[in-house]
């Protein structure tokens, strides 16, 4: 007993797997199924077996020689893996032995793996596309073909269904489980309109699960059917309607024309054969074969003038017998010869020639009721057709008809009112042409059309400038001529005489003659330069009814040297440092350069003539060069007062030249002599140049203020770090009536154009200055200031029946103020009259220029 326990204890029993069945993922893979649309790769049962010892097992797995291994096995976790893709339609099982082992013993199962189908194949045709023939005399719902088609995948994937694309617009049907095609109900075929039709069918599975989603397959092929002719359509005439013509020199025997006809089934046609059914009354034939239809009499002897004739065309069977048939009717017209060309006539008869007075511009569209005209062609039919075409100048008139058959009224009327101009044509001369449309000879037949044209006041007088630029030298007397303007009105009579006037807040000092046009100043202007250089205002031509253009006139008054050169005081006292100079001026009214510009010279120095020297251009005195210190001029003049008297002369460089002269009592010292320290030094140095000393004392405020500044700054900041509290500040206000009255030399006004406005409510009065220099040219100086510049009033609106003339705006005078140069140059006449139209022409684009914007 003890020996079969030892037996039992040394025993080595065998693995197993668990048998957990169907449906369970892990076991001996018994029973196990798979769909065929698994992903390879994926990790899909694993075995599970024990070892009743306890050992420690191992997993395999192994395919039948020739097999194709669809799955792979961990041999330690029995996880096994999905390692080829499944395709139930070629495999829908597979045999796979497992095996267990711990090592000593294995024990190998056969087992079956089964392979679920998913809804991955498309439904086949077996038996499309195809192509069939179909008479067209098949029924309607007549079976003419079925459509088979077969789809690999079971359940509902493996279902199909048919459908046709585009049912509505298809004469077939297809029945949706048989797949058998039909003719629809109440639809037949005609070969004559569709000879083939393409039916493409569709079939469609079921659906089915696949990849984890519902999915639905189909195909499609197209089925041709081929319609095949049967004798079921009467013969048809070609080239309706039929039309001929019966000439009167026609012979027996002439053709007229031919007609065609084809049998309606173009598949498989029969011959066709031609004859009379009714009209022809026996003078007409018609050839049976061809349909060739001629005449059998004399014109002569023709009883009607058209004659309509049913022709029949019927079908020959092979047999010989006539079968279906189609009728048409062929109208033949008697005509005669043309012989007649077309002809106007007038109220008397014929006439070649038609005349017509009438006012320029008529309304467009009105008839010309004065040209009574009438063409007529005694022909008949064709030969009687013409057509009516106007020949002349432009597109001003239109004839109609155009077309005319036998007789017509003729109609002329206005087609371009604007080009029918007395201005440019005094009368207009026409051709009325007739000429015939569908006849060998092409006769015509011509006729004048004049029309004369009586003027009427259509036109405004029109300027020959848009602007007129003249100059007047100031002074003129009273009466003299500016400038002549000139305007045409091409009106005839009284209509073309021009009448001138003048107007706009520039026009005071002028006329104008109201017929010759002629500009000229009042008797009692005065034109001065120096007040007013630039005119501008509008000039007026009219006509005797009101219609009017206007011209702008732009007027320069040439300045002329009237004026001479005037010092301030013809009396100076200066004081001069050595080493810097004194600077007299003197001022000239004249308006231009080089009438004001201005040349200093020293006429006469006492008591010593060869002291100073004198800029021309600036009126600086100073002392030659070679004057360093007093001692040098008390060394010259051999005395102790240094006190120098200089007449001193201004002169312009006008024609004729104007001069004035002033006496100036200049002291002379050196710098070191001046008391008060440098300040007073500089004060005194500087005493003619107050802006400088300005500029000095405001630099040393701005220095006072920046260092109060600072040291404030510091105290509140050491304040500040030591945390004391400040007593309160009482603050008391300057009373209102102590202002401060200091004005900052180097200040710059915030706009420009501040320092240059003009009141224009306020005229500045005359001033008049007495000069006391009895050796000057002119004894007196009158300077009148120049009112503000204004622009011209608004012209009167144009007519509103002047459409395209010029659009008048208002014209503007644009302008700057610029400093007086310090050197000006020396100018002639000439140069003035260029300075004068640059300064006219700067005006005129200024004023364009603003127009635009």
């Given amino acids: 007993m003890a020996s079969v326990s030892a037996d039992l204890a040394h025993a080595d029993f065998a693995p197993f797997f668990?048998?957990?069945?169907?449906?369970?993922f892990n076991g001996n893979l018994a029973l196990f199924s798979l769909s065929e649309d698994t992903a390879v790769g994926t990790h899909i049962y694993c075995l599970n077996g024990t070892d009743p010892e306890g050992q420690e097992v191992r997993y395999g797995l192994s395919f039948d020689p020739g097999s194709k291994e669809y799955f792979r096995v961990d041999p330690k976790s029995g996880n096994i893996t999905l390692v080829e893709q499944l395709d139930r339609?070629?495999?829908?099982?597979?045999?796979?032995?497992?095996?267990?082992?711990?090592?000593?013993?294995?024990?190998?199962?056969?087992?079956?793996?089964?392979?679920m189908d998913a809804n991955d194949e498309k439904p086949e045709f077996q038996n499309m596309p195809a192509i069939i023939d179909v008479m067209e005399t098949t029924e309607s719902g007549s079976s003419i073909y079925n459509v088979e088609a077969?789809?690999?995948?079971?359940?509902?994937?493996?279902?199909?269904?048919?459908?046709?694309?585009?049912?509505?617009?298809?004469l077939f049907a297809v029945d949706r489980h048989s797949g058998v095609l039909r003719i629809k109900s109440g639809e037949m075929l005609d070969y004559e309109k569709t000879k083939t039709h393409f039916v493409?069918?569709?079939?469609?599975?079921?659906?089915?699960?696949?990849?984890?989603?519902?999915?639905?397959?189909?195909?499609?092929?197209?089925?041709?059917?081929?319609?095949?002719?049967?004798?079921?359509?009467?013969?048809?005439?070609?080239?309706?309607?039929?039309?001929?013509?019966?000439?009167?020199?026609?012979?027996?025997?002439?053709?007229?024309?031919?007609?065609?006809?084809?049998?309606?089934?173009?598949g498989n046609p029969n011959p066709v054969r031609y004859s009379f059914e009714d009209g022809d009354d026996g003078v007409f034939s018609i050839n049976k074969t061809s349909g060739c239809i001629t005449l059998l009499t004399l014109p002569i002897y023709l009883k009607r003038e058209i004659f309509n004739i049913k022709v029949k065309a019927s079908e020959v069977s092979p047999e010989g017998r006539l079968m279906d048939s189609g009728v048409t009717t062929a109208v033949i017209r008697v005509v005669d010869l043309n012989n007649n060309p077309p002809t106007f006539y007038g109220e008397n008869g014929p006439q070649n020639m038609f005349e017509l007075t009438m006012y320029e511009h008529p309304p467009e569209g009105e008839i010309l009721r004065g040209l009574k005209i009438t063409?007529?062609?005694?022909?008949?039919?064709?030969?009687?057709?013409?057509?009516?075409?106007?020949?002349?100048?432009?597109?001003?008139?239109?004839?109609?008809?155009?077309?005319?058959?036998?007789?017509?009224?003729?109609?002329?009327?206005?087609?371009?009112?604007?080009?029918?101009?007395?201005?440019?044509?005094?009368?207009?001369?026409?051709?009325?042409?007739?000429?015939?449309?569908?006849?060998?000879?092409?006769?015509?037949?011509?006729?004048?059309?004049?029309?004369?044209?009586?003027?009427?006041?259509?036109?405004?007088?029109?300027?020959?400038?848009?602007?007129?630029i003249a100059r007047i030298p100031e002074n003129s007397p009273g009466g003299s001529n500016v400038v002549s303007v000139t305007a045409e009105d091409p009106d005839s009579g009284p209509w073309g005489d021009v009448k001138y006037?003048?107007?706009?807040?520039?026009?005071?000092?002028?006329?104008?003659?109201?017929?010759?046009?002629?500009?000229?100043?009042?008797?009692?202007?005065?034109?001065?330069?120096?007040?007013?250089?630039?005119?501008?205002?509008?000039?007026?031509?009219?006509?005797?009814?009101?219609?009017?253009?206007?011209?702008?006139?732009?007027?320069?008054?040439?300045?002329?040297?009237?004026?001479?050169?005037?010092?301030?005081?013809?009396?100076?006292?200066?004081?001069?440092?050595?080493?810097?100079?004194?600077?007299?001026?003197?001022?000239?009214?004249?308006?231009?350069?080089?009438?004001?510009?201005?040349?200093?010279?020293?006429?006469?120095?006492?008591?010593?003539?060869?002291?100073?020297?004198?800029?021309?251009d600036t009126g600086e005195i100073m002392l030659k060069s070679y004057i360093k210190s007093m001692a040098i001029i008390q060394n010259i003049t051999k005395q102790r007062d240094c006190t120098w008297s200089l007449v001193v002369q201004a002169r312009d460089r006008g024609q004729p030249s104007f001069s004035t002269t002033a006496v100036i009592k200049i002291d002379i010292t050196e710098a070191t002599q001046l008391s008060g320290g440098p300040l007073g030094s500089f004060l005194m140095h500087n005493r003619n140049s107050p802006l400088q000393i300005l500029g000095m004392l405001a630099g040393v405020i701005s220095l006072m203020v920046i260092v109060?500044?600072?040291?404030?700054?510091?105290?509140?900041?050491?304040?500040?770090?030591?945390?004391?509290?400040?007593?309160?500040?009482?603050?008391?206000?300057?009373?209102?009536?102590?202002?401060w009255n200091f004005r900052n030399p180097l200040k710059v006004p915030e706009a420009p154009g501040e320092k240059f406005r003009v009141?224009?409510?306020?005229?500045?009065?005359?001033?008049?200055?007495?000069?006391?220099?009895?050796?000057?040219?002119?004894?007196?100086?009158?300077?009148?200031?120049?009112?503000?510049?204004?622009?011209?009033?608004?012209?009167?609106?144009?007519?509103?029946?002047?459409?395209?003339?010029?659009?008048?705006?208002?014209?503007?005078?644009?302008?700057?103020?610029?400093?007086?140069?310090?050197?000006?140059?020396?100018?002639?006449?000439?140069?003035?009259?260029?300075?004068?139209?640059?300064?006219?022409l700067k005006m005129r684009l200024e004023q364009k220029r603003m127009l635009k914007h």
Avoid at 18 to 24: A, E, K, T
Avoid at 815 to 839: F, G, I, W
């Fill in 200 to 266: 493409t069918v569709i079939v469609k599975d079921g659906g089915g699960n696949l990849n984890g989603k519902e999915q639905f397959m189909s195909s499609s092929a197209t089925l041709t059917i081929n319609v095949i002719d049967a004798q079921d359509t009467p013969p048809s005439f070609i080239g309706t309607p039929y039309f001929g013509y019966v000439y009167e020199i026609s012979v027996p025997g002439s053709e007229i024309f031919t007609v065609l006809a084809k049998d309606g089934d173009v």
């Fill in 708 to 739: 109060t500044v600072i040291i404030s700054t510091a105290t509140f900041m050491r304040n500040k770090k030591s945390n004391r509290v400040q007593p309160n500040r009482r603050v008391r206000r300057r009373p209102p009536n102590q202002l």
């Fill in 501 to 616: 006037s003048i107007y706009g807040s520039g026009a005071d000092l002028f006329l104008i003659q109201p017929i010759s046009g002629i500009i000229y100043t009042q008797p009692w202007a005065s034109l001065d330069a120096e007040v007013r250089s630039k005119y501008n205002f509008y000039v007026k031509a009219e006509d005797t009814e009101g219609k009017y253009s206007l011209a702008e006139v732009f007027v320069t008054v040439l300045d002329l040297n009237d004026h001479p050169p005037a010092f301030n005081d013809n009396f100076l006292e200066k004081t001069m440092v050595i080493g810097a100079p004194v600077k007299i001026e003197a001022v000239d009214d004249d308006a231009e350069v080089p009438n004001n510009v201005i040349e200093y010279a020293i006429m006469k120095a006492e008591p010593d003539n060869n002291i100073f020297d004198i800029d021309a």
């Fill in 375 to 468: 063409v007529n062609d005694s022909d008949q039919g064709a030969n009687a057709k013409f057509n009516l075409r106007l020949l002349g100048p432009g597109r001003m008139l239109r004839v109609v008809p155009q077309t005319v058959l036998n007789e017509a009224q003729v109609t002329i009327l206005v087609e371009d009112s604007a080009a029918m101009d007395y201005e440019k044509h005094h009368f207009l001369t026409y051709k009325l042409l007739a000429v015939e449309i569908d006849t060998p000879e092409r006769f015509s037949a011509t006729a004048d059309i004049v029309i004369h044209l009586l003027d009427t006041n259509d036109n405004a007088p029109k300027f020959s400038s848009d602007y007129y």
């Fill in 150 to 170: 077969v789809d690999k995948d079971t359940g509902s994937g493996g279902s199909i269904t048919y459908f046709l694309q585009n049912p509505q617009s298809t």
């Fill in 18 to 24: 668990y048998d957990n069945g169907p449906y369970i």
């Fill in 759 to 840: 009141d224009e409510e306020e005229p500045e009065p005359e001033v008049i200055v007495e000069n006391v220099n009895y050796n000057n040219n002119v004894t007196d100086v009158v300077r009148q200031w120049p009112p503000p510049p204004c622009a011209p009033s608004l012209p009167p609106p144009l007519p509103k029946y002047m459409p395209g003339e010029r659009q008048w705006a208002v014209p503007t005078v644009s302008a700057t103020v610029a400093p007086k140069p310090r050197k000006k140059p020396n100018m002639n006449r000439q140069d003035t009259v260029n300075l004068a139209l640059v300064s006219e």
């Fill in 89 to 115: 339609e070629k495999q829908d099982s597979i045999d796979v032995l497992v095996s267990i082992t711990d090592g000593r013993s294995q024990v190998v199962e056969r087992v079956t793996v089964f392979v």
